[in-house]
């Protein structure tokens, strides 16, 4: 955990066995989630990071969690291409499902449906009332990496490690517009700003860009950020 005046190390939480691929906070902002290679689940207090819980356990490596509003559910990707659904208050009943292949890599809550980015090229669609699959979408033939929903959540952007950008409309589940070769290799994470026209993209290229996916002329920026990749992108909250 890091202390923003200054950017200083303010709390380092060990307990995992392997490394972490994943962190996630629920709605309040005071619990922490990660996981990892280990396939462990662990919460952190923000009031009392040093003590970590273990709340679940799977047999698999965990690539990305969400943590459901209702407080009861915990959802897991993992390596396999599996999706967890993880019940807090018996976590015994945990749910397998097996949907996507080589591994599930971002999971984002859009109304009351769950959708995940797989390994395989598709979006799944889940009910999470039901907690079961509702539809799937074919977005590519390579790996999808993060979706990122427009502030207005009318437009998905989808990362992919075709080198491409795809920007779905939620609603019709339509690609409406696709930037091509937006990164040298694989595009691993996105952000949108608060306008709904401009994306941020990082890849494996080190490379950090900024596009107006309305525009012909779409690339604004490109900055040699790293020196090694650019797995996440985040936008500060209060600037543009």
């Not at 200083?8 to 994943?22: A, D, E, I, N």
């Not at 003590?51 to 990305?64: C, H, R, T």
């Not at 939620?170 to 409406?176: E, G, H, N, T, Y």
Request: proline share 2%.
């Amino acid at each position: 955990m890091w202390q923003q005046d200054g950017i200083k190390l303010k709390q380092k939480l060990s307990g995992h066995q392997g490394s972490v691929y994943t962190l996630c906070t629920d709605q309040s902002g005071q619990w922490l989630y990660s996981g990892g290679g280990d396939g462990w689940i662990v919460e952190w207090s923000a009031t009392d990071p040093g003590n970590g819980k273990l709340i679940a356990e799977v047999d698999d490596q965990v690539f990305s969690l969400l943590h459901l509003p209702d407080q009861r559910y915990m959802i897991a990707g993992a390596f396999s291409g599996s999706v967890f659904f993880i019940d807090r208050q018996q976590p015994g009943d945990t749910r397998n499902f097996r949907f996507h292949q080589h591994g599930v890599f971002d999971l984002l809550l859009i109304g009351d449906q769950l959708w995940s980015a797989g390994g395989d090229g598709k979006i799944g669609i889940w009910d999470i009332k039901r907690l079961d699959m509702a539809e799937s979408l074919r977005i590519s033939h390579d790996r999808l990496r993060s979706l990122r929903l427009s502030p207005d959540g009318e437009m998905l952007a989808v990362a992919s490690s075709d080198h491409c950008i795809y920007l779905l409309h939620v609603a019709s589940r339509k690609i409406l517009g696709v930037i091509h070769e937006a990164h040298d290799n694989s595009v691993f994470d996105l952000a949108f700003a608060q306008d709904g026209k401009t994306i941020f993209s990082g890849g494996r290229d080190a490379h950090l860009k900024q596009w107006n996916w309305m525009d012909e002329k779409s690339l604004k920026r490109d900055v040699n950020a790293h020196w090694y990749t650019i797995n996440s992108v985040s936008k500060h909250p209060t600037l543009d």
